[in-house]
């Protein structure tokens, strides 16, 4: 089910201080799509998510879920969050520890009173498919942290809700358990076709679980896109810098080519990618990521965007060193094969990627 986000704002008060949470958002979130909000603490993501529950009331705007508008401030609407056909799974999961994994599960579905036999079937149907099947007397305190969101996510799935909606679900876990959990979510969302809307921090996650991502800044909207747009080809330099490792430099439009857009930058003339909407002359921000730069040896002449730049650090992170390059006193970020013979100090000759030179417009 589609939603629709209409000029949502809201602000907070708090010692006396205004806090704007949300400024003017328009988004719609297509039907059937992991849709992740990802951007720093405090940007918005948990208000905005509670405002598509139903648990936060905007200031002003309109909220539409599928055909259904679900708030609005002019037209008078408020529809209560259980009435939205929506479920949320919470970064604590919110399980009852009290009660076994059957009762945590069939909770939804009891509130509703539906019958034993309907509840039975639905739970087991539920279980089956989130692989805790034969767990169901199992108090909820004796299951681990990834079993545990597991339970969660079946609480949240049982009801067959229209949206389903995650607030930070893995941030409890550690990292291999969060990796994981991570490949087992995707495909299990995947598979049910089901809306999902997902808020998180953390970019692996966003970029590895979602059909789209929205950046979020001060609560507002910077930019929406695929996985792979938001990475390879961001517009914004502040969604470049969030998503991954950017080397971010300064320069002028010199010449546009068939192929090439030419920049003079502060470590030289570079080839990059072509972009629709710059001309000659114009000031530009090219940003190029490390696993685009590439050591070269021997030979280089034949070639284009090679700099020379010296080694200023070297950190060995396992599958490469992380080195810093000074070109011309620029700073760069790349990386090196853990393999490869430099040390600091080192003078060598890096290729720029010149499809991998992006340039970005805001
Ligand atoms: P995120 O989920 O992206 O970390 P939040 O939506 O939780 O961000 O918060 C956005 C901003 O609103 C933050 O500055 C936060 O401190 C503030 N905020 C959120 N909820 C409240 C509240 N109930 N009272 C006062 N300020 C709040
Ligand atoms: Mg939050």
Redesign the pocket.
């Known amino acids: 089910m589609e939603i629709r986000i209409k000029s949502v704002s809201k602000d907070?008060?708090?010692e006396g201080k205004k806090?704007k949470?949300?400024s003017n958002v328009d988004l719609t979130i297509p039907a059937n799509q992991i849709f992740t909000l990802l951007?720093?603490?405090?940007?918005?993501?948990?208000?905005?998510?509670?405002c598509i529950v139903g648990l936060e009331t905007p200031d002003s705007g309109e909220i539409a879920i599928g055909e259904e508008i679900v708030w609005s401030k002019e037209k008078n609407i408020f529809v209560p969050p259980e009435k939205r056909g929506l479920s949320m799974v919470f970064q604590t999961y919110a399980i009852w520890p009290h009660m076994t994994v059957f009762d945590n599960v069939a909770y939804p579905l009891q509130t509703r009173k539906e019958s034993k036999e309907e509840i039975r079937s639905k739970v087991e149907k539920t279980l089956r498919f989130v692989q805790l099947e034969g767990f169901e007397n199992r108090p909820a305190t004796k299951l681990s942290g990834g079993q545990q969101q597991r339970v969660a996510l079946a609480r949240a799935l049982v009801p067959e809700p229209k949206v389903i909606l995650f607030?930070?679900p893995l941030s409890n876990l550690d990292a291999k358990l969060r990796e994981e959990t991570r490949k087992e979510l995707r495909s299990f969302l995947t598979e049910l076709k089901i809306t999902a809307v997902y808020?998180t921090?953390d970019r692996i996650e966003a970029l590895s679980l979602s059909d789209a991502i929205a950046v979020?800044k001060d609560?507002r909207m910077v930019e929406i896109g695929t996985p792979k747009k938001i990475y390879f080809g961001s517009d914004h330099r502040f969604v470049a810098d969030f998503i991954g490792q950017a080397n971010l430099i300064n320069g002028k439009v010199a010449a546009i080519e068939d192929s090439y857009t030419i920049v003079d930058s502060s470590i030289g003339t570079i080839s990059c990618q072509k972009s629709p909407d710059t001309s000659v002359g114009n000031a530009v921000t090219l940003c190029i990521r490390p696993e685009f730069i590439k050591v070269m040896e021997g030979d280089t002449s034949e070639e284009i965007n090679i700099f020379r730049g010296r080694v200023e650090s070297l950190l060995f992170v396992g599958d490469a060193y992380e080195a810093e390059i000074i070109i011309k006193a620029t700073r760069l970020i790349i990386r090196i094969e853990p393999t490869a013979i430099v040390e600091e100090g080192d003078e060598i000759a890096l290729a720029f990627d010149p499809d991998h030179c992006f340039l970005l417009s805001k």
């Open positions: 907070f008060f708090s806090i949470a949300l951007g720093p603490s405090g940007c918005g993501k948990t208000t905005l998510l509670r607030d930070e808020v921090h979020m609560g």
